[in-house]
């Protein structure tokens, strides 16, 4: 069964620090994984795109990680802002023909950046 | 460029009644995703169309539930005989290509609250 689990579910951190979330997923056949930050009352707004060769790839400060091999993801948020406080969504999209995509949603870990 | 656009945001009706979301997808953009996310649990797809088609209705509850993407207007999802258990966030998607692209970027509109008493 596709899955993705992330973890943790919620964080508690101090603005200024940095903070790592997980992913892991047992999507097959693979095609690529997005990370999401959702507001509180928004919709989700992406931050990465990864496909299988990609290992890394940063948007200001946030930097995502992707193995391939072991299916796991981390997404590093580098000197938080209150800001940041928000659910980062993992997302993997499985590589079928037609269809939606098969986008496969992750809970969410909930970041709360305390001042 | 003023984004998906979601109408109602907040959405209160009593069990039985009906319910319809709108869903206004960016400029360019001619294909259409729902999801619905209940509290605490990640998002789950419902249904994708394309203008006046509809792709893959997997997700979808088959009954009292149903979706349109006229070829004017937005999109509207339709609940019919609303129960408790159809309380959720219903976010909406558009993308400017199919889904079947690998790197398919969606964007998602603010969502509606729907509650049910």
């Known amino acids: 069964k596709n899955q993705v689990e992330q973890s943790p579910q919620s964080l508690i951190i101090l603005e200024g620090k940095n903070c790592t979330l997980q992913?892991?997923?047992?999507?097959?056949?693979?095609?690529?994984l997005r990370w999401y930050k959702q507001d509180t009352g928004r919709g989700p707004v992406s931050l990465t795109i990864m496909t299988f060769s990609e290992n890394t790839k940063s948007n200001g400060r946030y930097t995502a990680t992707l193995d391939a091999d072991t299916k796991q993801s981390s997404l590093h948020i580098t000197a938080s802002q209150l800001s940041d406080s928000a659910s980062y969504i993992c997302?993997?999209?499985?590589?079928?023909?037609?269809?939606?995509?098969?986008?496969?949603f992750g809970k969410g870990t909930k970041l709360s950046v305390k001042p | 460029n003023a984004g998906v656009m979601q109408n109602p945001r907040h959405l209160v009706r009593r069990r039985g009644q009906e319910a319809r979301l709108r869903c206004s997808p960016m400029?360019?953009?001619?294909?259409v995703y729902w999801y619905r996310q209940l509290p605490e649990e990640g998002l789950k797809f419902m249904v994708y169309l394309q203008k006046e088609n509809i792709i893959d209705e997997s997700g979808m509850p088959k009954e009292r539930f149903s979706a349109e993407f006229p070829k004017e207007g937005p999109s509207i999802l339709r609940i019919q005989q609303v129960v408790r258990g159809d309380s959720a966030a219903y976010f909406c998607?558009?993308?400017?290509?199919?889904?079947?692209?690998?790197?398919?970027?969606?964007?998602f509109g603010p969502g509606t609250r729907l509650t049910v008493l």
């Open positions: 992913c892991n997923y047992t999507v097959s056949p693979f095609s690529n």
């Open positions: 997302v993997v999209s499985a590589r079928y023909g037609g269809s939606q995509g098969n986008l496969i």
């Open positions: 400029k360019g953009h001619s294909h």
């Open positions: 998607a558009s993308s400017p290509r199919g889904a079947g692209g690998p790197l398919n970027e969606q964007f």
